[in-house]
């Protein structure tokens, strides 16, 4: 239970996704503008990202593994996500309307969103057992989710800074910005360690 | 002739990928610790994107529009497992250190990007040109972001120390703070350069995102509404 938490926290705060793996910067600086879209976003990635590990895991330890076509992985995987998205909007269409209201917009951008595909490889290649995978993805999801919502907090101060040089106005001070973030939570490193070990 | 031409040098210096486009920025980011690296993961994506800019050319009257998304997505996934196999064969040093990055070649906006926006309104010899110079735009910004936080954060070039003792390596333009400042001056200095005419795009959004046609750029707008 212990070493669960570990890995979670420590993909939460120390490797969070995007500050530190740059894994979904598109959305992050995309989607980031207001922190109800950023909110949204975070939350209908986290959900993929878990059922797509939870697909993708037994897929590749059952079936490519066993019968020796573990090249076949990405090829695989993103097909498995790209249909599995597809299949949570058709559901939640149908059986859950509310949350597809509020999810519902984010989900066809999520196919492409190389923070699901590379949780469910990383999960592979760092040999993690299946409940390991679960945690390190939903770690994975909430660090996101987190990233996602600290970053809308700062645009929106951004936004109403008008001291910007001409040079740095819109992208690049978002760039910036998105740099303090990532120094900010490089501050994290070694906690986890000394909370939990 | 000149239209070929024109369409291989646009990708290079008026639509880069990366400096001007904005696209692809989770590679840019994190495989530019050093230029050999940035170089390595260029070209591997130029090799996918010219492979599957063709395949997708020959196949665009084949493909219904209906299922053109998964289609393309095969056609690019099948090109970045033989770039994967020829990586771990081949040059097993680049695949250690690009590691999960050469999977995820295949969520790379600019592949499919280029797919449904070019390829699959051109001939081959036009999508193969387009393909090519592209990914040599793509190159030249990972290189010389590679170069640049290479350079600043362990004082090497390509690998070789240039200043001895005299210069201490800054740390933090390797990790990932660096990353996202590097790509802000260049950006920055486009701009600057260029009076701002560079850069049409003012904001990281829905231009350009292949997604587009699907969502409707929902996702950007205030508490998107479904029909």
């Known amino acids: 239970m212990k070493e669960l938490i570990v890995i979670m926290m420590t993909v939460i705060l120390v490797d969070n996704f995007v500050l530190s793996q740059f894994l979904g910067i598109c959305p992050f600086l995309g989607v980031s503008k207001k922190m109800d879209s950023a909110k949204g976003m975070g939350i209908a990635v986290t959900f993929v990202m878990v059922i797509a590990t939870a697909v993708t895991w037994p897929i590749q330890k059952y079936l490519l593994e066993r019968y020796d076509v573990e090249y076949l992985q990405t090829l695989v995987f993103i097909l498995i996500i790209a249909s599995l998205v597809q299949l949570v909007e058709v559901t939640l269409k149908k059986y859950i309307p509310p949350l597809y209201k509020s999810l519902g917009i984010y989900l066809p951008l999520i196919t492409t969103n190389c923070a699901v595909l590379g949780v469910t490889i990383m999960n592979i290649d760092e040999e993690y057992t299946y409940l390991q995978s679960l945690s390190n993805t939903l770690g994975a999801g909430l660090g996101f989710l987190l990233a996602m919502v600290l970053f809308s907090g700062v645009r929106k101060r951004l936004e109403e800074c008008t001291m910007i040089p001409e040079a740095f106005r819109g992208i690049p001070i978002t760039l910036v910005s998105a740099s303090l973030l990532s120094v900010a939570f490089m501050g994290f490193g070694g906690i986890v360690e000394g909370i939990f070990l | ?227």
């Open chain 2, 1 to 227: 002739m000149k239209n070929k031409l024109k369409t291989l040098t646009n990708g290079i210096i008026k639509e880069n990928p990366v400096l001007v486009l904005l696209l692809g920025l989770c590679p840019t980011l994190a495989t530019t610790t050093g230029a050999a690296n940035g170089f390595g993961m260029g070209i591997s994506t130029m090799a996918v994107l010219v492979c599957s800019n063709m395949v997708i050319a020959l196949l665009k009257d084949i493909i219904p529009s209906k299922v053109r998304v998964p289609a393309y997505i095969v056609v690019i996934a099948g090109f970045v497992t033989i770039v994967q196999m020829l990586l771990k064969a081949f040059l097993p040093t680049l695949d250690a250190a690009l590691g999960l990055y050469i999977p995820l070649i295949v969520v790379n906006c600019i592949i499919f990007g280029r797919a449904e926006m070019f390829a699959s309104k051109n001939s081959v010899l036009n999508s193969a040109m387009d393909g090519i110079g592209m990914g040599i735009g793509f190159t030249l910004a990972l290189t010389v972001i590679g170069f640049i936080r290479e350079a600043l954060g362990s004082g090497t070039i390509f690998g070789m120390a240039f200043a001895g003792e005299a210069w201490t390596p800054m740390m933090i333009f390797m990790l990932a703070p660096g990353g996202f400042f590097v790509l802000a001056i260049i950006i920055a200095t486009i701009n600057w350069l260029s009076k701002g005419q560079a850069i049409k795009k003012k904001e990281i959004g829905c231009d350009g995102c292949p997604m587009i046609e699907q969502c409707g750029g929902y996702c950007d707008r205030e508490e998107g509404r479904l029909a």
